[in-house]
């Protein structure tokens, strides 16, 4: 499996990005794909993440109401709407997927198998 990642970019404070994550296949029924972010310095982070299956949403408690994570099934695609972006957003974003994911490992880094080559989005002040 292969994941794509896009839509990052250069934005002012206050405003909005969706990224993009696209999948190569889906393996499983139990397939979930979520986003993590990298600041330098610091470790990767949970963002968002989705089951496919029932569409249950997580998200981390910080981001959320400012983010959201869809997806399209037809296209193997999972986007995070960021809206009311701050300085301390800017990262380098990351999509994870898992065809094996159990709810307790929906926020970690370790439950995914899968990761795209990131995306940058840099929020200026």
């Known amino acids: 499996v292969q994941l794509q990642a896009s839509g990052g970019g250069l934005v002012q404070a206050g405003g909005s990005l969706r990224l993009s994550c696209v999948a190569s296949?889906?393996?499983?029924?139990?397939?979930?794909m979520g986003w993590f972010r990298q600041a330098p310095g610091k470790e990767r982070e949970f963002v968002a993440a989705m089951r496919w299956n029932g569409g249950y949403t997580y998200y981390s408690e910080s981001m959320k109401g400012r983010f959201t994570i869809s997806r399209d099934n037809a296209k193997n695609t999972a986007y995070l709407q960021m809206n009311d972006l701050k300085p301390e957003d800017t990262a380098l974003y990351y999509c994870g997927a898992s065809d094996r994911i159990i709810t307790s490992t929906m926020r970690s880094a370790s439950g995914y198998y899968y990761w795209g080559q990131g995306t940058q989005v840099t929020v200026s002040s």
């Open positions: 296949r889906r393996t499983s029924s139990n397939w979930a």
